[in-house]
């Protein structure tokens, strides 16, 4: 039986995507639903609650919920842990969600590293992995490199693959929602576009949910990090290329065929270089690891004397040298700056985001790059929007796309009906 909640849905955190097996659908966030799945959704939300307080949030009758509790105490997610307050007469016993009782991986391929989470369902980090491999021209190597992680994860805790609920995974390309086994031949064109990662399926048999991973980490942001909070956020990761994911009214905005966030291909003037795309004046060719090892070519004969003046492949090294004042560097930071300001002024002019967060690859973001980004941007975005978007870097860092992975892979898992259910087994509940 299903009881329509229309008024009574979870506000935060579940629910909002409704991923089906390796990708996800669109809902209407007041479908109905079954009732013992709003009660589960609740006492998630407040982790430890009484019966009473249930049947006061959701307006149900108190034996309902008594019945519904009665089937819910034998999956697993939920215990009685005590007596509680009273207000008058007999304590109630307290009800507490089970964060440890399952786990959830979440896997970030990107361009030039694989990492992995290992998440508790109520958000807290057992484990994390990572490793830099050549993602870009090795897909076999590269999913089983995902495998190794995954079980490495798994083993830092006990009955890890028992336990194991879902997967989620961040692609370092655009998701088409109609053909999630899609991966763009433009960005990674060794893996012939197709990412075969449905092997994760067969091999933990459990739902795999798939997405961006600048779109995955404005959601770990949103949820966990730096822009808890805010309902209209962007967060921009500078990485190999350059990438953004948008949460709007407090859901991750996908647009209509799922592309959207593509700002490493904002036009931003300077278009000597022919972008990866097709086009010039792209903001990804002035902007992340790739234009940047590009440029340190450029800029070698002018400042024969830098650190870089050898040229470099390694992020870490851009950045150690800039922490060291060395000017070749520094000169780097500040056009990097400029046309990241550009772009994002557009942007914060268009759709005035509560917060931007500065995320990806960069460790020394906050010195070199944060300052004259919110410079450039109060000179450039319009009076009343820049006031009200504050930017920021971002509070997860290296781990936000692996741990946004592993949130969509929980709250898919969560929208799907019965998820709480062991196999085999029927709960009987019944209507208010
Ligand atoms: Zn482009």
């Given at each position: ?27 209407d ?30 307006g ?31 304590k ?11 786990v ?69 390309s ?22 075969e ?12 949910y ?12 949103n ?64 902007v992340?690891?790739k ?41 780097l ?34 010195n ?65």
């Amino acid at each position: 039986m299903t009881l329509d909640v229309k008024n009574q849905a979870p506000t935060s955190g579940v629910g909002y995507v409704q991923p089906n097996f390796f990708g996800y659908r669109k809902v209407d966030r007041w479908e109905a639903r079954p009732l013992a799945d709003s009660v589960l959704h609740l006492i998630w939300r407040e982790h430890q609650i009484s019966r009473a307080e249930i049947a006061r949030q959701i307006g149900l009758s108190r034996s309902t919920v008594t019945e519904v509790i009665r089937d819910l105490l034998l999956t697993g997610y939920v215990k009685e842990v005590g007596a509680g307050i009273s207000s008058g007469g007999r304590k109630p016993i307290v009800l507490e969600f089970q964060n440890d009782h399952k786990v959830i991986l979440g896997v970030d391929i990107g361009a030039t590293h694989v990492s992995a989470s290992l998440m508790n369902l109520g958000g807290e980090l057992l484990a994390f992995e990572k490793r830099s491999h050549s993602v870009r021209s090795d897909p076999e190597g590269t999913r089983s490199l995902v495998f190794q992680l995954c079980d490495t994860c798994l083993n830092t805790i006990e009955d890890g693959n028992q336990r194991l609920l879902s997967i989620g995974i961040a692609l370092p390309s655009p998701v088409d929602p109609d053909h999630p086994e899609w991966i763009s031949e433009v960005v990674i064109p060794a893996w012939q576009g197709k990412n075969e990662l449905d092997i994760l399926h067969s091999h933990y048999g459990v739902p795999v949910y798939v997405d961006n991973d600048a779109n995955l980490g404005a959601l770990a942001e949103n949820r966990w990090g730096a822009g808890r909070g805010y309902e209209d956020l962007t967060y921009v990761k500078i990485g190999y290329g350059i990438g953004a994911g948008f949460v709007l009214n407090g859901e991750v905005y996908r647009g209509s065929t799922g592309i959207a966030g593509e700002m490493g291909h904002m036009p931003v003037g300077g278009g000597e270089t022919l972008c990866e795309c097709g086009l010039t004046d792209c903001l990804t060719t002035h902007v992340g690891g790739k234009a940047m090892f590009a440029r340190i070519s450029e800029l070698a004969e002018k400042y024969p004397h830098s650190l870089l003046a050898r040229g470099t492949s390694n992020l870490e090294e851009i950045e150690l040298a800039a922490h060291a004042n060395d000017e070749l560097a520094l000169q780097l930071y500040q056009e990097m700056a400029d046309y990241l300001s550009t772009a994002i002024s557009g942007w914060i002019n268009m759709m005035n985001p509560g917060r931007i967060i500065l995320g990806g690859a960069m460790k020394q973001l906050q010195n070199r790059l944060l300052a004259p980004v919110q410079e450039k941007i109060k000179a450039c975005s319009i009076v009343g929007s820049v006031p009200n978007t504050d930017i920021q870097t971002s509070e997860l860092g290296h781990k936000a796309e692996s741990i946004g992975a592993a949130t969509l892979a929980l709250e898919g898992v969560f929208a799907e009906p019965g998820f709480y259910r062991n196999k085999g087994e029927t709960l009987h509940v019944s209507s208010a």
